[in-house]
């Protein structure tokens, strides 16, 4: 699934009303199972998430006797019996083994991604001959191969990557890593109980270096949310925009949070500013990361963060038990006390330079503050620092509890709020994912990934809150009527 779920249809059930002499005739059958059988796939559209059920592996075999000696090759595979749900809640069945080449070719030197997947099909839109059992209809599928992502009805059963010239499919080495012309059932989307939210990230490059790190570090939050917060999970993909043109607003409208990293003295163009307002407007929330790199908070955060660690090497030194330096005409017990002094002396100097640090540090990341409050202001949105806020802010409570802000790299994260804007000044997004050093802690990045998810949470739940005082237009034949 490459799509949020659809609900169901919102139109009235209509059944069989039953009265003593009803005559029973085909159409009168037909609306009574019908019934039944809309009830039973509103409740699996409704509470389920689309996928496999069960089985439905996918082997490789060697050519069936009866082919044609041109088609006698090392690109067949077998479908094997199982079951699945699609998006409209009909139950697929494969009750029985499944052979099937794959066709395709790689053209152009170029490696092709080759999809299969199964879909539903209704009996009554297919032509039946008459024969002796004519009374029974059997619900069937079709199995199909793609050069695409599959459609929102489809699920996946397997995709390929295959290789320029002659293929010669084989089973991977390690099934977490499969190679070209190997099957790779990673991304078989299994049936589970749905979710109760699809959250979408998007975030506004600049065609620039960084670009990769944050889409990278979007992502792995992204993925983080339906282990941490297991009723909502994260879109698989992150929308990218640039800003540069009025048309991007139908498709941003879309997603939930717009992740925009830019240094406080930000200056937009008014079609840039314009977009932003009305994504604002139809209930977006706008994620700014403060981007401090180069900038004196940058160099105060780096001191810092020295300092801390200085000053707990010295606190450790002093717990541990010391040799006493050999000095003439003085004891062990006396060596140790000078020691101790010295150590307390070097301690306290650090300490008070760290105070220094802190206040100089406190007083850009204000200056900061006042320079995002002012773009704020100018979309028409007065911000706050959360610390300022209700002890019970959202993004403080839901769903994880924070007394204390994260701290990241020695710095505690800074947040300003309000409306559809989050201003956040620190490394936070830099922990959601893996560094370049691999140097950050578990307990780091989980701290983090769950300050993001309260920010997910919080704009999520603002821009449905907003929705839901909108009219809403529904489009004729939105979903298939086949629901």
């Not at 067949?76 to 409209?88: C, E, K, M, T």
């Not at 990934?449 to 821009?463: C, D, P, S």
Request: net charge negative; charged share 20%; proline share 7%.
């Amino acid at each position: 699934m490459t799509l949020p779920w659809l609900p169901p249809n919102i139109k009235p059930l209509n059944r069989l009303h039953v009265s003593d002499g009803l005559l029973i005739d085909a159409e009168r059958w037909r609306l009574a199972h019908d019934y039944h059988r809309h009830r039973q796939n509103a409740h699996f559209q409704s509470l389920n998430q689309p996928g496999i059920v069960s089985d439905m592996g996918v082997r490789l075999i060697e050519p069936p006797n009866d082919i044609p000696s041109q088609y006698r090759d090392q690109r067949w595979v077998q479908i094997q019996p199982g079951i699945a749900i699609d998006l409209f809640g009909n139950l697929i069945v494969i009750p029985e083994p499944i052979d099937f080449r794959i066709s395709s070719a790689a053209l152009m030197g170029k490696p092709l991604m080759v999809y299969l997947v199964v879909s539903y099909v209704d009996p009554d839109g297919l032509v039946r001959e008459e024969n002796g059992n004519g009374d029974i209809v059997t619900e069937s599928f079709r199995i199909d191969e793609k050069n695409s992502p599959p459609a929102e009805w489809e699920v996946e059963i397997c995709r390929i990557l295959l290789q320029p010239g002659e293929v010669e499919l084989s089973i991977a080495l390690d099934a977490w890593f499969p190679g070209v012309n190997n099957l790779d059932l990673r991304y078989r989307p299994q049936a589970n109980a749905r979710t109760q939210a699809v959250v979408r990230l998007a975030q506004v490059v600049k065609n620039t270096p960084e670009d990769a790190q944050i889409y990278a570090n979007l992502a792995y939050l992204s993925q983080a949310i339906a282990g941490l917060y297991p009723v909502w999970q994260g879109f698989n993909e992150i929308g990218q925009f640039t800003l540069n043109s009025t048309s991007e607003i139908n498709d941003l409208v879309t997603y939930d949070v717009l992740y925009f990293k830019t240094q406080p003295s930000l200056s937009l163009s008014p079609g840039e500013f314009d977009i932003l307002q009305q994504y604002i407007d139809m209930g977006g929330v706008l994620l700014v990361e403060a981007s401090i790199k180069g900038t004196k908070v940058d160099e105060l955060m780096g001191l810092h963060h020295q300092l801390q660690e200085a000053i707990a090497r010295m606190e450790n030194s002093l717990n541990l038990p010391t040799e006493p330096n050999e000095t003439p005409g003085k004891t062990a017990a006396a060596s140790r006390h000078e020691q101790r002094i010295n150590h307390l002396e070097i301690q306290k100097s650090l300490e008070e330079e760290l105070i220094s640090i802190k206040s100089a540090l406190s007083e850009e990341i204000n200056a900061l503050s006042s320079a995002f409050k002012k773009f704020a202001r100018d979309l028409g949105i007065p911000l706050e620092d959360l610390d300022t806020l209700s002890r019970n802010h959202p993004l403080r409570t839901q769903p994880f509890l924070f007394s204390a802000l994260p701290t990241v790299n020695g710095q505690a994260l800074k947040i300003l709020t309000g409306g559809g804007i989050i201003i956040f000044i620190g490394n936070l997004s830099a922990a959601w994912g893996l560094d370049e050093k691999l140097s950050l802690g578990r307990e780091t990045i989980r701290t983090a990934q769950e300050m993001g998810i309260n920010i997910l949470h919080y704009a999520r739940t603002r821009r449905k809150l907003t929705q839901l005082q909108k009219a809403k237009e529904f489009p004729p034949n939105q979903v298939p009527d086949s629901i």
